[in-house]
């Protein structure tokens, strides 16, 4: 028998997301049934998470419960939540990273409060100046990974390159992409084209030893065009959102259909569904830091955690580093 | 009867596009053949026009050719073209527009071209410092009318403020619409959030007259959120072609479907159609410059050509500035 004292721990913040308990615990124990290797503690208030787990068979799994006394409010800045409540959630699950006794910190947010935590708690890289979300955008072909997709607001092109060899190292070291192709989200395929950030980003990228295929226009994105796609957070944030709000009218358009031959709308249904792409990683501080979306479902949180688990288990920021302080 | 003399005339570039005459000159004729109340010049080669007018019921319709002997390559400069080939189907028209001699120009692109000439020829009205590109985008509710969509890649606030009250005038004038509503495309709801560039933009918006209703995330563009979506030309081309992308699969998905108790679905199919849109307008030049898809067929060329007449029978120029000159 496994010796569950032994596990690498994901620390989860049962009270985060727009639903709560009720949403994360039973997205934890649906992960913990199908998937193996690690245990996740529950950070929260330990009545509220009790009686979800009450709710659910979940006995054997390795579930533990972190109380917490205090509670990250919207109205709240996400700084002075870090710095004034150090017994919420976020906050003690990142500092007990930080400590080495748990392996990696996954929420449903807010999402400024996860990134303030972060960098406050752990801090940036040393060779990154700007840590960018990653996220992993579901297409009718294949998923990509797109960053920043919205820690920053305004981007260098150095960043940009940043940004493109942290998600080069995670295809490679999470997903097991050997080689995976890396595209600059730009308004045309040429070189040439664009803003100044993203020429000067393109040349960057083409000096660099990525498998970098150039410029990709928003127009394929719903197709799975490149295994990273590179862009500022602004701008990412943008995409995001419109992926999200075009996959949940398609779904919805789809569920309504009342088809019954209905084998690819199904497999489309799977490929576009949101829930099922994890959560966003915060790339390039100093630990494995997950955002899951805020409207999170329990299956969402499930989808988040089966990545988080894998965070847990691979040391990315050491590769990371290793990545980023190679010349080139 | 009607003096066909008398008609404001619309000046379609008949060789432009990915397909060329055999996709514009069927357009032309069928928006002559159900809108009435003007005329069309075809510039190009006389001997393509007329070879594809010849397979067309359209003797009694008011069309002219205008031919022209210099074409306009994928590989020229479009400044070095506009200069260079007067006798171009894009120069010739514009310099039409320019002595009066039509009331509109129309152009399957280039884009880069039509922007040029519009700039070189016509000129920009007084008050505008950038002339944006605006652009009708389909989704599952209303359609709203988006600038920049991708005339500039940079913008200064005052640019985004520029475009709102382009957009509104236009929304006015050529919709009938009275009181539209104006958003800004940003990654937040509060005025605080996004960029330096949107949250001056932001207060700039909120202090003018418009009926500005605030930031618009990406997420609620498929369901038609405002009238007008005002945003920077690089935001906006990322925008007007991921909506491209979305739509086609979208098309691909539903037309495949082996529904049929589909009214819905034809009615959602007809909403999110690119082609059924019209064209992109250059708004802030002296003129009327209207830019069709590059792969338009002969549905989005009608389209747009019923667009450009309603152009070419107001003066939206004098209107523009009327609006840009008032305090506010």
Do not use: W
Request: hydrophobic fraction near 40%; aromatic fraction near 4%; charged fraction near 20%.
């Amino acid at each position: 028998m496994v010796d569950q004292d032994k596990l690498p721990v994901v620390a989860v913040d049962a009270m985060g997301g727009d639903i709560g308990p009720s949403a994360v615990v039973p997205g934890v124990v649906d992960a913990l049934s199908e998937t193996t290797g690690y245990s996740v503690a529950l950070y929260g208030d330990k009545d509220s998470i009790q009686t979800e787990l009450n709710k659910l068979d979940c006995s054997s799994l390795p579930i533990s419960i972190v109380h917490c006394t205090q509670a990250i409010e919207m109205g709240d800045s996400p700084a002075s939540a870090v710095k004034g409540k150090p017994d919420s959630p976020i906050v003690k699950a990142m500092t007990d990273h930080k400590a080495g006794i748990v392996s990696a910190v996954m929420s449903a947010g807010s999402t400024g409060a996860m990134v303030a935590a972060s960098l406050m708690i752990l801090g940036r890289l040393s060779s990154v100046k700007r840590p960018g979300i990653a996220t992993v955008i579901p297409t009718s072909g294949k998923p990509f990974v797109m960053l920043d997709s919205g820690a920053n607001v305004q981007a260098t092109p150095e960043h940009l390159e940043t940004f493109a060899k942290m998600g080069d190292t995670y295809c490679k070291s999470i997903l097991g992409n050997e080689n995976p192709t890396v595209g600059l989200l730009n308004i045309g395929e040429e070189p040439s084209k664009g803003s100044e950030l993203t020429v000067a980003a393109h040349k960057l990228l083409a000096e660099s030893n990525l498998n970098f295929v150039g410029n990709i226009e928003s127009k394929q994105l719903p197709y799975g065009p490149v295994d990273v796609l590179v862009t500022d957070g602004f701008t990412g944030n943008i995409v995001l959102k419109m992926v999200e709000g075009f996959g949940a009218l398609l779904i919805k358009i789809l569920s309504g259909s009342k088809d019954s031959k209905s084998d690819d709308k199904s497999a489309m249904l799977e490929k576009m569904d949101y829930s099922s792409t994890g959560g966003a990683m915060l790339l390039g501080v100093k630990g494995s830091s997950i955002i899951c979306h805020g409207a999170s479902n329990s299956r969402a949180i499930k989808s988040a955690l089966v990545i988080a688990s894998r965070l847990a288990l691979v040391d990315l920021p050491t590769k990371l580093e290793e990545c980023l302080s190679d010349s080139n």
